[in-house]
Structures are given as C-alpha cells and as structure tokens.
C-alpha cells in the first residue's frame, strides 16, 4: 500500500455505535500513509482543539468565499448556526502524497462527495444486525431510551442506503473489519482504470 | 474468506511467462476453498491425466451437444481440430458450495466469459516491464530466440487490452502478487452489489 501511486479517498458512513471510530482508528494506527479528513468549520475551538488538527477554524465569511470558490467537498450548516465542510484541498494534498485519506461522514454528506469526487472509494460499515446495534447501545450505557429507540431507527434508514456504496463492511470483530479496510484499499488500488499512468508506461502508450 | 457466500469466479489473464500459474497455484496451495477451473476437452487423455482433475474428456459430438445446450462459458477450437471448453456446470457447482474457481484463460477467451458471465472478477497479471519478461522467457533457457520475439510482441498486444479487465496485479515479487490477490477476492466478496441477501436480511428487505 505503499506504492508511489495517488492515495485514496475512502469515505466512510455507518450508524452511530456500530464503530466506525474504532475500526478507522486502528487502521489509521496501523498504516500510517492514512489520515483523517480534517473538516473546516465556523464554530468555536473547544479547550485542547489544534488547528488544522481537529478542525480547519475558520470564520463565516471565511467559509461563504470557499463556498464561492468551491473549496468544499461537501459542506452543511449544523441547527442553522454552524458550518462544517469538507475542503477539497486538504484531501487532495494527501492524495497527491499517496497518502489515503479516510473522511467519516453520514449517507447524505457521502452521495456530495460521491457526486463531487466520482473516484472516491465508498465504503458502509455495518452491524452484524439491528439487534446488535441495539444492544451495543444500551451497552453504552449512555444513552437514554428514547436516544436509544431515535438511533436505532435512524440506523434502519441508513441500511436502506447500503446499495449506494460501493463496499459494505461487517463490524463483528473489530480486526476482521480492520483486515476488510485493508483489502479495500489494497484492492481498489490494483483497479486498472486507476492505474491508466502504468498500463500506459507498459504498452508504450498504445491500448485497445 | 472462508463465509457462506456465493464464491467468485476470478478469470486471470497474463503474457506467457508473466508467472500466472505460479501466484495461482501459491493461492490455491493457501486457500483450500479456491479451486482451478477444469476444462472439456476433445482431444486424448496424456499418460497420468485424470478425467475430472485434469480435464473432463469428452468426444466431438458430446461437445457439440454441450454447445447446443449453452453448457460453456466459452469454448474454442485448436488447430481446427481439438476443442476446449469452459463448462458452467464445474464453475457454478463450486461457487455455490462458497468456493472461488480460477480460471486462467487468454484474453480473447476471458471477454466471452465476461459477457456469459458478467459478474467474474477479471485479473490480468502483468510483468513489470516488457523487458524484464523478455529476460524471464530468455532466462527459462528452453525457448528459440524467435519464440521469445513471437511471446514478448504477443505480449505487447495483450497488455493494450488491460483496460479491459478490473484490476491488474504486477508479477514482481511471487508473494505480493498473491498477497494482491488474496486482497482482490477479500474487497469483492464485500461489494455491496454481492451482498443483496445480507442487505435484505439487514434492513428487513426495504432499501432506496
């Protein structure tokens, strides 16, 4: 995974509790040519939040001209009052490293930057079932029944959507859905329309 | 790998001396569930053949009859006098057991089985340059200087139809190239569009 090639760009969507955080963290801790998408958004850094670490902190009328320019991957306005996007530069940079990067993202934000960034590898990570979801939320032992009921029906809706990604990975185990990711990248990077550079440097130039 | 799912059927490609037969008997001597796909043939068994493991032998009007009843996924003459044949009944026997069936097969031979079969992964395992595998068809020390010119210009003119196949694996290193390998079967088992039951069973059968 280490080839002097364009990194990837991996967007990652799946229900609250199923544990995205957890499988990106450690294939992150693993590799280290993957980096999370860093989001720039309006709102104020919270104690010990570094920028251009946790967030891009930027102010509205700073993140209206990226609108104008179109900076963003994908952006949103969070209750009307803040904004959080995903800039396009930041990703780009990486990639062009051959760095991956990996953005966490709900479904709605993923179909932009599907649209936005056609190349992007899209990848759901999903429960061994509801009924587990559920109970990884109770588990928590956070949650509020009714924040447990409103989760687990919003995860239903998601599941829905599961036909638009491009990849569906199972989080039963954490580091069988870690050897999963894994697989993805380095699968998706053996895709000959991605390697259009080296199919050109072995045939001269010339395909059929 | 080894999960009750339909298995693949990954059709591989490859110059001569590129090594297919070695990172495909490196997979299949890794992975009891990956099976070579065996062919009919017309002509005489060799001493040592075994019908079945080697080839299914079969007599020309057999064949015939297996053509009127649409039983290849694709079949060819040799010399006008021998047939071959890939027969569907092997491959689906085995993918519906959950075992991936190999199918080493030249290029014209692979775009037949891509159109009666759409949803075989296509391989194409190429050298890392044109020139060294002109140094492993002279390193072999059994071929003319001729044969080496016909293979590595043969070479050339499969290689421009790359863009054909969905992934390419280069052939530098033995273990990479299974490793590669291993990583493409692991990613397409996870593809949403082969997991339309897991989805259903997941959401209760509603998706959008």
Redesign the interface.
Same mark, same amino acid.
């Given at each position: 995974m280490a080839r002097k090639k364009k990194g990837l760009l991996l967007v990652v969507s799946g229900p609250a509790g199923v544990g995205k955080g957890t499988v990106d963290g450690a294939l992150i801790a693993k590799h280290p040519e993957i980096k999370m998408s860093v989001s720039v958004t309006t709102r104020a850094p919270r104690p010990g939040e570094i920028e251009g670490v946790h967030y891009f902190f930027r102010t509205k009328e700073e993140f209206d001209r990226m609108i104008e320019q179109n900076a963003f991957l994908e952006y949103m306005h969070v209750f009307g009052m803040n904004y959080y996007g995903t800039p396009k530069a930041f990703v780009e940079a990486e990639r062009e490293k051959g760095n991956h990067v990996i953005l966490e993202i709900d479904v709605q934000g993923a179909m932009k930057v599907k649209e936005t960034c056609p190349d992007a590898v899209m990848v759901?990570i999903?429960?061994p #079932? *509801?009924q587990i979801l559920k109970q990884r939320l109770v588990g928590r032992g956070t949650e509020t029944q009714e924040s447990i009921d409103v989760r687990t029906a919003t995860a239903?809706e998601e599941?829905?959507? *599961?036909? +638009? %990604?491009? %990849?569906?990975?199972i989080n039963d185990v954490v580091e069988e859905a870690v /050897?999963?990711m894994? /697989? @993805?990248l #380095? /699968?998706?990077l053996? +895709? &000959?329309?991605r390697? /259009?550079e080296? @199919?050109t440097? *072995? &045939?001269?130039g010339? &395909? @059929?």
């Open positions: 759901f999903a429960p #079932s *509801l239903l599941l829905k959507k *599961l036909p +638009r %990604y491009d %990849y569906m990975v /050897a999963d894994e /697989a @993805i #380095s /699968a998706e053996n +895709r &000959t329309e390697n /259009a080296l @199919i440097k *072995l &045939t001269g010339e &395909t @059929i």
